[in-house]
């Protein structure tokens, strides 16, 4: 059967929701299989494959069962590491979604440093 090219990589007819599937076989496939992490890998990519309408970035995909702040921050750092290998180029959602994530690492708060951390004692 002919099944479009993201569907058939990444199990989503959607270029970014494939994207996102991908980037988290990728992770699930460093795990052991036994691993708790793995199973909860394997329970969001199955809640991407199955999402009936394409995301729009990292953070749409929150709304889906099994997808939490943790594999969204992984998401945007992926989407950001896929760009700095020059990939995505082509698809506008991606390269929306590439943006956004881009907007979402610089708006992020950055943890003080040991040096400027000070500690009051009584």
């Known amino acids: 059967r002919n099944m479009p090219k993201a569907a058939s990589a990444g199990g989503s007819k959607f270029p970014l929701n494939a994207l996102f599937i991908q980037f988290l076989e990728e992770k699930r496939q460093e795990l052991d299989d036994k691993s708790k992490m793995h199973f ?3 329970r ?5 494959k199955n999402c009936p309408l394409p995301l729009k970035d990292a953070r749409e995909a929150q709304q889906l069962q099994y997808i939490g702040d943790g594999i969204v921050r992984i ?3 992926r989407l950001l ?3 700095a290998a020059g990939g995505g180029g082509g698809d506008p959602a991606i390269r929306t979604a590439m943006a956004l994530a881009a907007a979402a690492a610089a708006a992020a708060p950055t943890a003080p ?6 500690t009051t004692t009584t």
């Open 44 to 48: 969001a990519i199955r809640s991407l």
């Open 75 to 77: 998401l945007e750092q």
């Open 113 to 118: 440093s040991a040096a400027t951390t000070t």
């Open 40 to 42: 909860t890998y394997q």
């Open 81 to 83: 590491e896929h760009q």
